[in-house]
Structures are given as C-alpha cells and as structure tokens.
C-alpha cells in the first residue's frame, strides 16, 4: 500500500558530495518514522540513520556520524540523506525503509522499503 522510491545515486569521486531522496506514496508518511541503510556486495546490511515521524528527531550511526545528515520533508511526503565527504569504503547500494512503530515502542517495524540506488565512489 506504500511504495517508497529512491534517488539521487551516482558515480563520485573521493571528497565529494551526494543527497539521496526518497519519495514515498500514501497518506500515512507522516505517521511513520523513516530510516536509511546500505548494503555493500559481500556484506551485512548496515542501519545509517533514523527520523521521528514529525521530524524532531534524528539518529546517526558513529560511522557516519558529522558526515551524513538524514532529514524529511512531511508536506512533500520525502525523506532525504545528505552525503559529505565521500570515502571508497561508502560504496554501496542505499536503501531507504519506514513504518509505524513497533506498539509501545520507539522502534520502527520498517515494513516498507525502497528498490535501492546505487552509490559509487571512486579514488
């Protein structure tokens, strides 16, 4: 029933700077808190970043924390990942996801994910 659609990935080179979007559909965007993850060929996937359903607040992973900033945007139903300083090792497909919150909880369920975009970055 919701459908989530990223954005915005592309080849780059070491330094540089990317912002990835994610377009959801629906009516309950602004009931769900939203998060960001990436996956890497070979790897696990690894949980970036988190937003509250009304925005006011954010989560960072220490390993991306400073350099990444998640952010959203209720009115326009998107959810958005700011990239700084770009390294080889961020190489990876990103996905975004989101849902309600587990019941008495602050814990997203994240049943809704993205198809992926592509992030590349070279030396």
């Known amino acids: 029933q919701v459908q989530l659609v990223e954005s915005g990935g592309g080849l780059v080179q070491t330094g540089d700077s990317l912002r990835l979007s994610c377009a959801a559909s629906?009516?309950?965007?602004?009931?769900?808190?939203m998060g960001w993850f990436r996956q890497a060929p070979g790897k696990e996937r690894e949980w970036l970043a988190a937003?509250?359903?009304?925005?006011?607040?954010?989560y960072h992973t220490a390993s991306v924390a400073g350099r990444f900033t998640i952010s959203r945007d209720n009115g326009k139903n998107t959810v958005s990942l700011q990239m700084n300083s770009l390294k080889p090792d961020d190489t990876a497909v990103y996905y975004c996801a989101g849902g309600p919150l587990y019941s008495g909880t602050n814990s997203p369920r994240y049943d809704y994910w993205g198809q992926g975009t592509q992030v590349t970055v070279s030396s």
């Open positions: 937003i509250s359903p009304d925005g006011g607040r954010t």
């Open positions: 629906g009516r309950s965007f602004s009931d769900y808190a």
